[in-house]
Every structure is written in structure tokens, then in C-alpha cells.
């Protein structure tokens, strides 16, 4: 099973400022994903998997680690109280979708949701998807896209005034998958150097 250690108290506040750490620290990061790093050293998308050095998966870690001590009532399940986020799936992924609805929710949080943009969203009737990230922030402060076109995620960032998070643009990147998926090779292995790892 699973080992888990003992929660790691910590309180909203302090979680912000850890977050905004995070934040500052992908400044430091070169090439073409420095265009989703704002003028404050602040991320401002989350679009691909280089975006994360070494040292700004450390911190990632250190907030995700803090966060799993967050129960129901407890200040840091507030912390999220009046951010709307907004799902806008063009493909069926249950798991993705679900695991960033319900953290929004558990963080005090609402969302908006569509898990299936591409039949049931105006680009049904030819509407870039452009046109539909104009119109969706403007319910939001973050939108959260999976998409099945390689490249759609910057696309998408390149329209947007607010926050994109790429759930999976088909087969292109999948940054938020690749954060859990070595986050947890850590917690489990204890370290990210010297593994060999197979995928099946």
C-alpha cells in the first residue's frame, strides 16, 4: 500500500506565499516557455512540461506535500472561496477532469464544467477555439483545457487574459500528468535521480 508520513501542518496564508515561490521561480526558466511567465515572475499558464526546472519542481513538491494536510472546514479548504474555475474538455477524460474539479471544490472553489466542448459548445458551429477561450474567461479566472489537436494548450494561451492549464492536448504535452506522475515516483521512491523507468 501506500506510505503516507504524518500531515504537514500549514495554513492558507503561508500556502499563498509558497504557491507565489513557485510562481517567481519560473521566471528563471529559458526558451519558449518563459512567453507564459508574466512581467512579475509570476506563471502565468501552465502549457508544457519544460516550463518546470529542477528547482521549481522542488518547491511544486514542497506545496503539494503542505497541501495534502488540508481537511474539510480547516482554513486552507477556504482558501480558493470565490475563484470560479472552468473545464473545457473537447475529449472524454474522466479521471483528468474530475481530479481538478474536485480539488477546486475541496479548496473552496466552483467550477464550470463541459466535458465534451467539441459537440455541446459553440464550436459546433465553426467557432475557433480562440473565439471560445475569449468568451469562457470571461466566466473565469481559470480555465483548464483538454483538447485533442497537438498544440491547441498555446494556442489557447496565446488568446487568453486569464490562467490556461493543458489537461492533455492529444498528442502533444500533458504537463499536469508528467508533475503527478514524478511527484509521486518521489514520494513513493524517495528520489527522481537514477530511476529506470518503463512505460507499458
Request: overall charge positive.
Amino acid at each position: 500500500g501506500l506510505r503516507w508520513p504524518a500531515p504537514v501542518p500549514a495554513s492558507a496564508r503561508h500556502l499563498r506565499r509558497q504557491a507565489f515561490r513557485v510562481q517567481a521561480s519560473a521566471v528563471s526558466n529559458k526558451g519558449s516557455s518563459s512567453q507564459y511567465v508574466g512581467e512579475n515572475g509570476r506563471l502565468l499558464h501552465v502549457v508544457e512540461s519544460q516550463q518546470f526546472d529542477r528547482a521549481t519542481l522542488s518547491k511544486v513538491f514542497e506545496v503539494a506535500r503542505e497541501m495534502e494536510s488540508i481537511t474539510p472546514g480547516s482554513e486552507g479548504s477556504k482558501m480558493l472561496e470565490g475563484r470560479l474555475m472552468s473545464t473545457l474538455f473537447y475529449e472524454p477524460s474522466t479521471r483528468t477532469r474530475l481530479s481538478f474539479e474536485s480539488a477546486m471544490q475541496k479548496l473552496g472553489g466552483a467550477v464550470l464544467s463541459t466535458e465534451s466542448a467539441g459537440e455541446y459548445s459553440s464550436a459546433a458551429k465553426g467557432e475557433s477555439l480562440e473565439d471560445t477561450i475569449r468568451t469562457v474567461e470571461g466566466y473565469s479566472d481559470v480555465v483548464v483545457l483538454r483538447h485533442f489537436f497537438s498544440g491547441s494548450a498555446a494556442k489557447a494561451a496565446k488568446a487568453a487574459s486569464c490562467p490556461i492549464i493543458n489537461a492533455g492536448d492529444g498528442p502533444g504535452q500533458h504537463p499536469t500528468q508528467a508533475l503527478l506522475d514524478t511527484y509521486t515516483i518521489q514520494r513513493e521512491l524517495g528520489r527522481i535521480d537514477g530511476q529506470r523507468i518503463a512505460l507499458v
